[in-house]
């Protein structure tokens, strides 16, 4: 065979494969947004689920889902931008760093069901949280952990060793060339893998099962004292996300209307995933021009 | 005349292989000295023992006497980011901090703890304009220092360093990423700089060496072959292998 032969051949062959994962994503998409979208409505957004009749909508999942969100980041993005900042500034090399980035590694690949019950023992029943948003959110931050710190500490490290040289050799501390320096310049990377880790944490449900509960109580929103239990804003409320709704209503649900819920409930879920997404792209994009230049 | 920077002794060590094998250097106050050779001789080496930016490597053993005012740079007292701030450096590569022209000047001030915004102002200005950049840079002084030509950031570079107001300036082969135009303003500058600094700056431009240093020394291999005037050593050098490289015969 002639190399231009086998080039094309190659070529072909490339095409063909890449044309197998869009289309497998292109068809679930599709799948989904067609079944879905029709249902999704202002009143289906706006009101609360129903367990028998028909016509529930998915308010307050919604809500809850963007709260533990919330919560969740609050955990986990601290614990995560000092410990990237220790990986990626200070650690030294050796056995006991390398033992840090395995165990990081090691979180990162449990299989959340297990965290779950996990965080089920411990937290909801051995430290009587309970059922609530608190005990989701720490669970979430189980799998957030691994995912911030490695992004934080790799947006770190792509900032140029010049910089850091620049800042020494002016006479700032360690401390100030990295909090005055090479933070900033990692900042949009940083964003865009709180972004990205947001859409995963948003689509999250086995954890949530047994951590932040199945059930959605009456919640009042103009209740803004956060230590009473009909407040939206109480973190100690058992709360069912948008994902684990999907889960309860193709499972148990008993409404006449169930199979629509849940493809609404998915096309909506989809939706978001995809806006983080883009969003993530966006705001990386916008920051790097505004931090790189000024025109 | 005793020199601001008085070097001893210098042994430096990567693990257990020796680069630096022991000479002494003096530079004098208000004058540029050079530091050349051929790749690998050391000359970047021995330039970043002076304000101890070798610390960040691992490895790396360092002895020998290094006395600047008469001070031990090397003594466990010695407040590193005062030294560096006296002793500034610039690099082989542009690398304005990613803000804007003014804040990459003015970030060391704010950082000292300077809060007086007309008096940052008015150093942020004098530095630009040491540094022979204001004009090019003055009416687009809150644009990203990145935005700007290599040689306009390695100068935005030089004014960050000024503005600090150290004693000695070191610089790393400042010119080596440059082109010619760019390079011939930056070497203006240092020599007008030289009435208030002292700078030692490391060359592979001979011509460069010749046309704006007092002093230069030739290291080898990390051995120091020769120091004397510059105009001496490219004269009438004393020692057949400083001629040999001068010539180009190697290096």
């Given at each position: 065979m002639?190399?231009?032969?086998?080039?094309?051949?190659a070529i072909?062959?490339?095409?063909?494969?890449?044309?197998?994962?869009?289309?497998?994503?292109?068809?679930?998409?599709?799948?989904?947004?067609v079944?879905?979208?029709?249902?999704?409505?202002?009143?289906?957004?706006?009101?609360?689920s129903?367990s028998?009749?028909?016509?529930g909508?998915?308010?307050?999942?919604?809500?809850?889902?963007?709260?533990?969100?919330?919560?969740?980041?609050?955990?986990?993005?601290?614990?995560?931008?000092?410990s990237?900042?220790?990986?990626?500034?200070?650690a030294?090399?050796?056995?006991?760093?390398e033992?840090?980035r395995?165990?990081?590694?090691?979180?990162?690949?449990?299989?959340?069901v297990v965290?779950?019950?996990?965080?089920?023992?411990?937290?909801?029943?051995?430290?009587?949280i309970?059922?609530?948003?608190?005990?989701?959110?720490?669970?979430?931050?189980?799998?957030?952990?691994p995912?911030?710190?490695?992004n934080?500490?790799?947006?770190l490290?792509?900032?140029?060793?010049?910089?850091?040289?620049?800042?020494?050799?002016?006479?700032?501390?360690?401390?100030?060339?990295?909090?005055?320096?090479?933070?900033?310049?990692?900042?949009?990377?940083?964003?865009?893998?709180?972004?990205?880790?947001?859409?995963?944490?948003?689509?999250?449900a086995?954890?949530?099962?047994?951590?932040?509960?199945q059930?959605?109580?009456?919640?009042?929103?103009?209740?803004w004292?956060?230590?009473?239990s009909s407040?939206?804003l109480?973190?100690?409320?058992?709360?069912?996300?948008?994902?684990?709704?999907?889960?309860k209503?193709?499972?148990?649900?008993?409404?006449?209307?169930a199979?629509?819920?849940?493809?609404?409930?998915?096309?909506?879920?989809?939706?978001?995933?995809l806006?983080?997404?883009?969003?993530?792209?966006w705001?990386?994009?916008?920051?790097?021009?505004?931090?790189?230049?000024?025109? | 005349?005793?020199?601001?920077?008085?070097?001893?002794?210098?042994?430096?060590?990567?693990?257990?292989?020796?680069?630096?094998?022991?000479?002494?250097?003096?530079?004098?106050?208000?004058?540029?000295?050079?530091?050349?050779?051929?790749?690998?001789?050391?000359?970047?080496?021995?330039?970043?023992?002076?304000?101890?930016m070798?610390?960040?490597?691992?490895?790396?053993?360092?002895?020998?006497?290094f006395?600047?005012?008469?001070?031990?740079?090397?003594?466990?007292?010695?407040?590193?980011?005062e030294?560096?701030?006296?002793?500034?450096?610039?690099?082989?590569?542009?690398?304005?901090f990613?803000?804007?022209?003014?804040?990459n000047?003015?970030?060391?001030?704010?950082?000292?703890?300077?809060?007086?915004?007309?008096?940052i102002?008015k150093?942020?200005?004098?530095?630009?304009?040491?540094?022979?950049?204001?004009?090019?840079?003055?009416?687009?002084?809150?644009?990203?220092?990145?935005?700007?030509?290599?040689?306009?950031?390695?100068?935005?570079?030089?004014?960050?360093?000024?503005a600090?107001?150290?004693?000695?300036?070191?610089?790393?082969?400042?010119?080596?990423a440059?082109?010619?135009?760019?390079?011939?303003?930056?070497?203006?500058?240092?020599?007008?700089?030289?009435?208030?600094?002292t700078?030692?700056?490391?060359?592979?431009?001979?011509?460069?060496?010749?046309?704006?240093?007092?002093?230069?020394?030739?290291?080898?291999?990390?051995?120091?072959?020769?120091?004397?005037?510059?105009?001496?050593?490219?004269?009438?050098?004393?020692?057949?292998?400083?001629?040999?490289?001068?010539?180009?015969e190697?290096?």
């Amino acid at each position: 065979m002639n190399p231009k032969t086998t080039n094309k051949i190659a070529i072909g062959l490339i095409y063909t494969f890449v044309a197998i994962v869009v289309a497998i994503l292109v068809s679930l998409i599709g799948y989904i947004l067609v079944t879905g979208v029709p249902h999704i409505s202002w009143h289906f957004l706006t009101s609360k689920s129903q367990s028998f009749l028909s016509g529930g909508g998915i308010r307050d999942q919604l809500f809850n889902s963007v709260y533990l969100l919330f919560l969740t980041l609050c955990l986990s993005f601290p614990i995560a931008l000092g410990s990237g900042i220790y990986l990626a500034e200070y650690a030294p090399k050796n056995w006991i760093t390398e033992v840090i980035r395995t165990t990081i590694e090691v979180l990162s690949s449990l299989p959340s069901v297990v965290v779950g019950l996990f965080c089920y023992l411990l937290f909801v029943v051995q430290m009587h949280i309970g059922f609530s948003i608190l005990s989701g959110a720490i669970a979430l931050t189980f799998f957030n952990l691994p995912l911030l710190t490695r992004n934080i500490e790799n947006s770190l490290k792509s900032v140029s060793h010049l910089q850091r040289e620049a800042g020494l050799s002016l006479g700032l501390s360690q401390w100030k060339t990295i909090t005055g320096i090479i933070l900033p310049a990692a900042v949009p990377g940083i964003i865009t893998g709180i972004i990205l880790s947001a859409g995963r944490v948003f689509g999250e449900a086995a954890a949530l099962i047994y951590t932040a509960g199945q059930s959605a109580p009456i919640i009042d929103y103009t209740n803004w004292n956060v230590f009473s239990s009909s407040s939206f804003l109480n973190p100690m409320r058992p709360a069912e996300t948008l994902a684990v709704h999907i889960w309860k209503v193709n499972s148990e649900g008993i409404t006449p209307d169930a199979n629509l819920v849940s493809s609404g409930s998915s096309a909506v879920l989809i939706i978001l995933i995809l806006l983080f997404n883009l969003l993530a792209h966006w705001i990386g994009n916008l920051l790097y021009k505004k931090m790189t230049s000024n025109f | 005349m005793t020199g601001i920077l008085q070097t001893k002794n210098v042994h430096l060590y990567y693990g257990k292989n020796e680069a630096l094998h022991g000479f002494d250097l003096n530079f004098n106050e208000n004058e540029i000295t050079t530091l050349i050779g051929p790749s690998g001789c050391g000359k970047s080496t021995f330039l970043r023992c002076l304000n101890r930016m070798n610390d960040l490597r691992p490895n790396v053993t360092i002895n020998g006497s290094f006395k600047f005012e008469g001070k031990d740079i090397y003594s466990p007292s010695i407040d590193l980011t005062e030294l560096r701030k006296t002793i500034g450096m610039v690099f082989q590569q542009p690398n304005p901090f990613p803000f804007s022209v003014y804040d990459n000047v003015a970030y060391g001030l704010k950082l000292a703890g300077m809060k007086n915004k007309h008096k940052i102002d008015k150093i942020v200005e004098e530095s630009l304009k040491e540094a022979a950049v204001w004009d090019e840079v003055k009416d687009s002084i809150n644009k990203s220092a990145l935005s700007f030509s290599g040689g306009q950031q390695q100068r935005i570079c030089i004014a960050r360093v000024l503005a600090v107001k150290p004693k000695i300036i070191l610089m790393d082969e400042p010119t080596s990423a440059l082109d010619p135009i760019s390079s011939s303003k930056i070497e203006d500058t240092l020599v007008r700089l030289k009435k208030d600094f002292t700078i030692i700056m490391v060359t592979h431009n001979m011509q460069q060496a010749s046309r704006i240093s007092d002093k230069t020394a030739f290291l080898l291999n990390g051995d120091l072959i020769e120091y004397d005037s510059t105009q001496k050593m490219f004269v009438n050098p004393s020692n057949k292998k400083t001629s040999d490289y001068l010539n180009g015969e190697f290096g």
